[in-house]
């Protein structure tokens, strides 16, 4: 499966974005999917993830309550809704799947090029 990312932008802190997971070859409701970011010199980490089976949801502490993933498995797209948006959310954020949640939580196959988020304060 090829996976696009898109949506990022500049944003003030306390403000909103909405990050787009494209699919194209496969069907993206047969497969887990993430968001990962890696910030400027950092290594790049888990940010959420929407299960293959019945859409359970995972988060990272530090987005918990701010970030909401979701899928429309109509247009085989999967979003991530950035609220509240932080200085420390700035980075690249990649989408990512695999056909199974916990092999995406420890290191999906599938990726899709970055897409840059730039959180002033």
């Known amino acids: 499966v090829q996976l696009q990312a898109s949506g990022g932008g500049l944003v003030q802190a306390g403000g909103s974005l909405r990050l787009s997971c494209a699919a194209s070859g496969r069907t993206l409701s047969s497969y887990a999917v993430g968001w990962f970011r890696q910030a400027p010199g950092k290594e790049r980490n888990f940010v959420a993830a929407i299960s293959d089976s019945d859409d359970t949801t995972y988060y990272a502490n530090s987005v918990k309550g701010r970030f909401t993933i979701s899928r429309d498995n109509a247009k085989n797209m999967v979003y991530l809704q950035m609220d509240s948006l932080k200085p420390e959310d700035t980075g690249v954020y990649y989408c990512?799947?695999?056909?199974?949640?916990?092999?995406?939580?420890?290191?999906?196959?599938?990726w899709g090029q970055g897409t840059l988020v730039t959180v002033s304060s």
């Open positions: 990512a799947a695999d056909v199974r949640v916990h092999i995406v939580l420890e290191g999906p196959l599938y």
